[in-house]
């Protein structure tokens, strides 16, 4: 379901407008999606709530440090969930 959007050139194309909180959590050495794009990415959309969170680590970084990946769902993500 998401192939259409992993070809998408611009960031208006992937979608600006968001109804639900939208945090991005990434490896802040990320080369593969690097976090400037990221943050550009972020910056233009519009949502309720959006966050740029880089944690330590590459493009892996949720499978490599996956201790300070789940701090930070736990931390931003879990009281958003648990209010609704």
Avoid: W
């Avoid at 794009?37 to 709530?49: F, N, S």
């Amino acid at each position: 379901m998401l192939l259409p959007q992993t070809k998408s050139l611009t960031t208006a194309e992937l979608g600006l407008q968001l109804s639900i909180p939208m945090f991005v959590v990434e490896g802040e050495e990320d080369f593969t999606t690097p976090t400037a794009l990221a943050r550009q990415y972020v910056e233009a959309m519009k949502a309720p709530r959006k966050e740029v969170v880089p944690i330590p680590g590459g493009h892996f970084a949720m499978c490599m440090h996956r201790d300070e990946f789940l701090q930070e769902l736990v931390k931003r993500v879990h009281p958003l969930a648990v209010a609704n």
